[in-house]
């Protein structure tokens, strides 16, 4: 059993017994405790120069060109990552799925972040993910390990040596054990895939950050839109990248079927999780209104959904 | 539900131990879809990967929805819009890389990676419709 599913028979069994609020409560007093010795994430955002860009929508073919494009007009990955720095690129690859399945990122526009990370002068450059499915199969499958590696990424399995127990300091989410690189790094770059989800209507931006974590799955299911955002106001990262090229319609988070799979061949990016969550959103014929993490998001101060509002660059092929 | 994974599968064979995941294990196998199962009374998920005759993976998902009428529920909730039905295989759709159907009061979706793997689904789907008689 992965360590996701081994947390998960914990939260599950808890309710079962309809012991959530004394989960909640051994976790909270045990986690006051803690606090004081744990780490905390460091802010990784950087500033944004006046005048720059904040979200940039690419439509075209080839999705590496799509990324690309989608760095420079936000200003290139020089703006976000500085020579020396250590980067995590966090994409989903939670599922043993194929990229034409998309349930998790394409590893095309994996590959492509990697390689514009690395040539921006990274001194480490980490890719991990806390896979749902068993992470050999979902690494192996998805494509992504080959393509990361072969870029320049040191790729982090999901074992049970790989995670760190931080303070969370969230309204739900008091501690939790998160993959080491998210400890370590200087800059974080979400690279989601946008898709229908059976419980939040939506996994993209925000959502992606349950893949940091290897615990407390109890107060995330219990109230899934204000645990994405205890986990998102925890990372802040530096940059996302939003991948759709192929969007998962229905049937998510899992899918499985080519036929809930529209292609899109669209990338977005930003710095504004939640402006590229209501994009994104749009994309699945969602209104961002409807869309418990998007507006929890706006009230938390993350960012906005109205991302006409921001300077955006919209390119064709 | 194990048996179901017994003798002939259509020429197809369980690579490894199957898995089996009660509604409180379910959130492990399938996180945030867990929840339209266990609104409609789901009782077990029986889960194997698998390789066809020709050693293609395919994965394998049986789920034990109690009473018909669950897995009528299920079935007509997950159809995918663009799925097609499968001549002479009622209740059953397929998309590519997929093949759904309900029996009973089972669930079943098949899954392939590549083109071989999907030839072989719907020979795994008759075989398992067989042994739920």
Same mark, same amino acid.
């Given at each position: 059993m992965d360590r996701r599913g081994a947390l998960r028979v %914990?939260?599950?069994?808890?309710?079962?017994?309809?012991?959530?609020?004394?989960g909640l409560g051994l976790r909270e007093r045990s986690g006051s405790k803690k606090t004081r010795d744990l780490p905390t994430l460091k802010d990784h955002r950087v500033d944004k120069p006046a005048g720059a860009t904040d979200m940039a929508i690419v439509r075209g073919p080839d999705p590496a060109a799509n990324v690309r494009r989608a760095?420079?007009?936000?200003?290139?990955?020089?703006? +976000?990552?500085?020579? %020396?720095? /250590?980067?995590?690129?966090?994409? @989903?690859?939670?599922?043993?799925?194929?990229?034409?399945?998309?349930? @998790?990122? @394409?590893? &095309?526009?994996?590959?492509?972040?990697? /390689?514009?990370?690395?040539?921006? %002068?990274?001194?480490?450059?980490?890719?991990? &993910?806390? *896979?749902?499915?068993?992470?050999?199969?979902? +690494?192996? /499958? !998805?494509g992504i390990e080959k393509a990361a590696k072969a870029a320049g990424a040191t790729v982090i399995r999901p074992d049970a040596s790989a995670f760190r127990e931080v303070n969370v300091s969230g309204k739900l989410l008091h501690t939790g054990d998160v993959l080491f690189p998210f400890v370590e790094a200087d800059r974080v770059i979400n690279v989601p895939i946008v898709k229908q989800h059976g419980l939040s209507l939506a996994s993209m931006a925000l959502k992606n950050w349950y893949g940091v974590l290897g615990g407390q799955r109890v107060?995330?299911?219990?109230?899934?839109?204000?645990?994405?955002?205890?986990?998102?106001?925890?990372?802040?990262?530096?940059?996302?990248?939003?991948?759709?090229? /192929?969007?998962?319609?229905? @049937?998510?988070?899992?899918? %499985? !079927?080519?036929? &809930?799979?529209?292609?899109?061949?669209?990338?977005?990016?930003? *710095?504004?999780?939640?402006?590229?969550?209501? +994009?994104?959103?749009?994309?699945?014929?969602?209104?961002?209104? &409807?869309?418990? +993490?998007?507006?929890?998001?706006?009230?938390a101060g993350l960012g906005t959904p109205h991302w006409q509002n921001l300077k955006t660059v919209e390119l064709g092929s | 539900?194990?048996?179901?994974?017994?003798? =002939? #599968?259509?020429?197809?064979?369980?690579?490894?131990?199957?898995?089996?995941? =009660?509604?409180?294990? #379910?959130?492990?196998?399938?996180?945030?879809?867990? $929840?339209?199962?266990?609104?409609?009374?789901?009782?077990?998920?029986?889960?194997?990967?698998?390789?066809?005759?020709?050693?293609? =993976?395919?994965?394998?998902?049986?789920?034990?929805?109690?009473? $018909?009428?669950?897995?009528?529920?299920?079935?007509?909730?997950?159809?995918?819009?663009?799925?097609?039905?499968?001549?002479?295989? $009622? =209740?059953?759709?397929?998309? $590519?890389m997929s093949f759904v159907f309900r029996s009973g009061r089972y669930y079943v979706k098949l899954t392939a990676f590549d083109k071989k793997a999907e030839a072989a689904l719907p020979g795994l789907a008759k075989a398992l419709k067989g042994k739920m008689k």
């Open positions: %914990g939260m599950t069994a808890a309710m079962a017994v309809g012991s959530v609020a004394l760095v420079e007009a936000l200003g290139g990955m020089g703006r +976000f990552v500085k020579r %020396g720095e /250590r980067v995590v690129i966090k994409p @989903n690859i939670g599922w043993n799925r194929t990229p034409e399945q998309a349930a @998790n990122t @394409n590893p &095309d526009v994996v590959a492509e972040v990697v /390689r514009l990370v690395v040539a921006a %002068g990274a001194s480490k450059v980490w890719l991990t &993910d806390a *896979s749902v499915n068993t992470p050999e199969q979902c +690494f192996a /499958r !998805s107060k995330l299911h219990q109230n899934i839109h204000l645990s994405i955002i205890d986990l998102a106001a925890m990372v802040k990262p530096t940059l996302t990248i939003l991948d759709a090229t /192929r969007i998962l319609t229905a @049937n998510g988070p899992t899918g %499985g !079927s080519l036929a &809930d799979v529209k292609q899109m061949d669209t990338i977005a990016a930003g *710095s504004d999780e939640v402006a590229l969550d209501a +994009f994104g959103a749009t994309l699945l014929g969602l209104n961002p209104n &409807d869309v418990g +993490f998007i507006v929890e998001g706006m009230k | 539900m194990l048996a179901l994974f017994e003798g =002939d #599968l259509g020429g197809a064979k369980v690579k490894e131990k199957v898995g089996l995941y =009660d509604e409180k294990g #379910l959130f492990d196998y399938i996180d945030g879809a867990a $929840p339209i199962f266990i609104q409609r009374h789901y009782r077990k998920l029986a889960a194997a990967e698998m390789a066809s005759a020709g050693g293609d =993976d395919m994965v394998c998902d049986v789920y034990d929805m109690a009473e $018909p009428a669950n897995a009528e529920s299920i079935f007509n909730a997950e159809k995918s819009a663009t799925a097609k039905p499968v001549a002479d295989f $009622p =209740d059953a759709i397929s998309g $590519p």
